[in-house]
């Protein structure tokens, strides 16, 4: 079974670029979810979607980032503009369901560097 | 809301000793819990998880963890370290619904191996 897919591994842009990040769950998944995470932390959710909608974007920092899951299969999280803050590496996950004790399947991220 | 403590940034043990990474957690309902692994440029991987049932929990290359409520805890153990094992280690709680459900992720333990 082929695992959680995403492109491109790595990034380097300057302050104020934009970037967009690409995602392929594993296949029958209903759930994505985007998560951030910052060197020397755990993730952290900013987008869960079920299917084609969205779930939970609490934690998105909406006046720059914009995820989207067009069909509910892949997706694609954008930053723009993007800021020193925004570097991190950018995992994707999904799940057969949105349980709460489901098993969450991770990509091996995108890593964010802005300059 | 819920939370994780991760006790130690760092630990280190010989190869063929005991590995103890701790886990407290905080929950508002009935937890389920999670260890994941990441090795260097990889996304996470599930080790083990408990969600109901038997509080101890054997999981992927010689893992378990005990549930304990009364100790808000679930700490992670293995009998024998290999130079493998060396990777960093989440620990993570969720819960059966509403906002309960998003996974909740703890600072992480660097585990490092020595010969």
């Known amino acids: 079974e082929a695992g959680v897919a995403q492109s491109p591994r790595y990034k380097i842009i300057e302050k104020r670029q934009s970037v967009a990040f690409w995602c392929n769950p594993i296949?029958?998944?209903?759930?994505l979810y985007w998560y951030q995470q910052i060197l020397g932390q755990g993730p952290k959710l900013l987008i869960q979607?079920?299917?084609?909608?969205?779930?939970?974007d609490s934690q998105l920092p909406k006046d720059r980032f914009s995820a989207e899951r067009l069909k509910g299969v892949d997706s694609t999280l954008k930053i723009q503009p993007a800021k020193l803050e925004d570097s991190a590496v950018y995992l994707c996950a999904s799940s057969l369901n949105a349980r709460g004790d489901e098993t969450q399947y991770f990509g091996p991220g995108t890593r964010l560097l802005v300059l | 809301a819920q939370s994780v403590t991760q006790l130690g940034s760092h630990v280190s043990v010989s190869e063929g000793a005991l590995v103890l990474l701790r886990c407290n957690y905080s929950?508002?309902?009935?937890?389920?819990l999670f260890w994941y692994v990441q090795y260097p440029n990889q996304g996470l991987q599930l080790l083990l998880k408990y969600t109901t049932g038997a509080t101890l929990v054997k999981g992927i290359n010689g893992f378990e963890a005990e549930f304990k409520k009364s100790e808000t805890s679930f700490h992670l153990t293995k009998p024998s370290a290999h130079m493998s094992d060396a990777a960093e280690y989440f620990c993570?709680?969720?819960?059966?619904?509403?906002?309960?459900?998003?996974?909740?992720f703890g600072s992480g333990t660097q585990l490092t191996v020595l010969p």
């Open positions: 296949s029958g998944h209903a759930t």
């Open positions: 929950s508002s309902v009935p937890p389920y």
């Open positions: 979607f079920q299917n084609n909608g969205v779930v939970d």
């Open positions: 993570a709680v969720s819960g059966p619904s509403g906002s309960a459900r998003q996974l909740t």
